[in-house]
């Protein structure tokens, strides 16, 4: 396989690659990326010069097959006029003349015949080569679509990559200090302000309690002072 034809062959290939899952498979993403779009900025400079070469080789076959035809016709124009020429001599009895220019009318005849042959035998190739060019300029133009499409998707994904690891560090972060865990400085200081808590709270019931006894003492002074005041009563009425 020639070198030319190893391009040509790549230039397919490259146009079919299936991007979104080589870029999924890969261990390094953006590595991915930049190393692809390297290969494919090589590939298609290459792919061009090749495809170039192989338009201008169609160019050329096609230059020659209407040279071919072109001549193919002359030979025939010169057959017609000397065969012409020849039956215009037989006519005037001049026979000798008139074989010589039947003889130059074959003549140009069988050179048609050769320039026919040659552009029938052209026209296949050159067929088949301008479909092959027609392949190749819609390869190239895949390949190029292509690689403005890795081109954006590594700018993305670098973005994407940039944000994630941010987001890991904060998570990170996050979990190193867990507010449910008694062992973290933060658990041990929720601890302390709990108790705290709860022993201003004992506080408040204590002191609560003390001043309800006081209140249940006097209510208790009050009922007997209004017990012996009926008391004195009863004796007084008694009297």
């Given at each position: ?155 993305s994904l670098v973005a994407r990559a940039k944000s ?23 658990g041990r200081f929720e601890d302390k302000v709990r ?45």
């Amino acid at each position: 396989m020639t070198s030319k034809q190893t391009v040509l062959g790549r230039v397919a290939q490259l146009a079919k690659a299936n991007i979104n899952a080589l870029i999924d498979q890969a261990e390094d993403p953006q590595k991915m990326i930049d190393q692809l779009i390297r290969d494919y900025s090589n590939n298609i400079s290459e792919a061009e010069e090749a495809v170039a070469t192989t338009i201008g080789n169609l160019r050329l076959m096609e230059q020659d097959h209407a040279e071919d035809l072109a001549a193919a016709k002359e030979w025939g124009d010169k057959a017609l006029a000397a065969s012409r020429k020849a039956d215009e001599l037989r006519t005037a009895a001049s026979t000798a003349e008139a074989d010589r220019f039947d003889n130059l009318a074959k003549i140009a005849l069988g050179r048609q015949l050769q320039s026919e042959r040659e552009a029938a035998t052209a026209a296949p190739t050159i067929a088949s080569q301008t479909e092959v060019v027609a392949k190749l300029r819609t390869g190239l133009d895949q390949m190029k679509a292509k690689l403005s499409d890795l081109q954006a998707k590594r700018d993305s994904l670098v973005a994407r990559a940039k944000s994630a690891q941010a987001q890991n560090q904060m998570m990170d972060a996050v979990k190193s200090v867990d507010v449910l865990d008694p062992t973290s400085e933060l658990g041990r200081f929720e601890d302390k302000v709990r108790r705290e808590e709860a022993r201003a709270r004992g506080k408040e019931e204590l002191a609560a309690s003390s001043l309800d006894a006081q209140f249940e003492a006097l209510d208790a002074l009050g009922d007997g002072a209004e017990i012996d005041a009926r008391l004195a009563r009863l004796k007084a009425g008694a009297a």
